[in-house]
T-cell receptor, first 109, second 115 residues
Framework: DAKTTQPPSMDCAEGRAANLPCNHS???????VYWYRQIHSQGPQYIIH???NNETNEMASLIITEDRKSSTLILPHATLRDTAVYYC??????????FGSGTKLNVKP | EAGVAQSPRYKIIEKRQSVAFWCNPI?????LYWYQQILGQGPKLLIQ????????DSQLPKDRFSAERLKGVDSTLKIQPAKLEDSAVYLC?????????????FGSGTRLTVV
């Protein structure tokens, strides 16, 4: 069952950074934070994951607070193609993923 | 690397009829998952296979849903008889083992409409 809390929707101007928050106050020590996104009519797509250190890849950055109770996904320069539903998921032992309702990010011109 | 293939892409059936969905995972991926995604909600895990054995089917409505993965490769998900509330997108995903660092790869799904 989903153990994360995300705002249902957010807006972002094209070219600006999109900062998507996620609350996971009951996270356990061996749970990773994963982020996926789902563009309309497609399956979810992996973005990034982390345990306790901040992570960066070609798509995004993941900032995890020191107490690990929350995290933020950062899309540095949002484009219209980044309009999607973003899911924050906890997973231990890389086993099953339980999706919540996610955040609908609307990138506007 | 080819992605996860699913078919059909769309299916419309009447309630009480049966339907089957097919999934071909990425070559070499031992673990296969079926998810149900109702409009406006996140995907819900139905069943997880490791090779051709079931690891978790606790959320599968076994009175009407069944799934199999013969020879540890392709998988089929069946609904019989279908109900109106089964209208959803059925997503298949696969992973290299029980815990790749890069999570799953999802297919594009089969959109089922029960009328």
């Amino acid at each position: 069952d989903a153990k994360t809390t995300q705002p249902p929707s957010m807006d972002c101007a094209e070219g600006r950074a999109a900062n998507l928050p996620c609350n996971h106050s009951t996270i356990s020590g061996n749970e990773y934070v994963y982020w996926y996104r789902q563009i309309h009519s497609q399956g979810p797509q992996y973005i990034i994951h982390g345990l306790k250190n901040n992570e960066t890849n070609e798509m995004a950055s993941l900032i995890i607070t020191e107490d690990r109770k929350s995290s933020t996904l950062i899309l540095p320069h949002a484009t219209l193609r980044d309009t999607a539903v973003y899911y924050c998921i906890l997973s231990y032992n890389f086993n099953k993923f339980y999706f919540g309702s996610g955040t609908k990010l609307n990138v506007k011109p | 690397e080819a992605g996860v293939a699913q078919s059909p892409r769309y299916k419309i059936i009447e309630k009480r009829q049966s339907v089957a969905f097919w999934c071909n995972p990425i070559s070499g991926h031992a673990t296969l998952y079926w998810y149900q995604q109702i409009l406006g909600q996140g995907p819900k895990l139905l069943i997880q296979f490791q090779n051709n054995g079931v690891v978790d089917d606790s959320q599968l409505p076994k009175d009407r849903f069944s799934a199999e993965r013969l020879k540890g490769v392709d998988s089929t998900l069946k609904i019989q008889p279908a109900k109106l509330e089964d209208s959803a997108v059925y997503l298949c995903a696969s992973s290299q083992d029980r815990g790749p660092l890069y999570g799953y790869t999802f297919g594009s799904g089969t959109r089922l409409t029960v009328v």
